[in-house]
């Protein structure tokens, strides 16, 4: 079933951006919001894959993903999927679109802090070590 979210993930951006790129306005937030799209979904759908399993909408721990990108980044799905927030958004709306961002941005970086609360309970020195050798 998670495999089939994850496809039906990469189908819906797939579609997206070829309405963008067909209908689009063509204005220079646009291009902005395009590039930073094209960038940034297929980082976040790699998270995603890697996270595999462990993947969840709520705060769990289910196992401590350390590989690929989260042996850089702590919270891979949230910093990518926050710009392609922010592409997908200024394709469509121009510029006000970081206004609309910045509070996607602000209820990630909650949902990021309850999420190392428990990874934290769960996996104590391990995690605590990860978090040490990681940007969020």
Known sequence: MKTLMRLV???VYLVFLAFAIVV???TAAWYVGLFLAAVSVPWWFLARW???AAFSVTAQAHRLVTSGVYSRFRHPVYVFGSVGWLGALMVLLGWKAVLIWAGIVLMEFFRA???E???EETF????AAYR???WF
């Open 132 to 134: 040490d050798r990681t």
């Open 9 to 11: 993930d990469i189908a």
């Open 24 to 26: 689009g306005p063509h």
């Open 113 to 115: 802090r309850r999420e």
């Open 117 to 119: 609360r428990v990874l």
């Open 50 to 52: 890697q996270l595999g």
């Open 124 to 127: 104590g020195a391990e995690y």
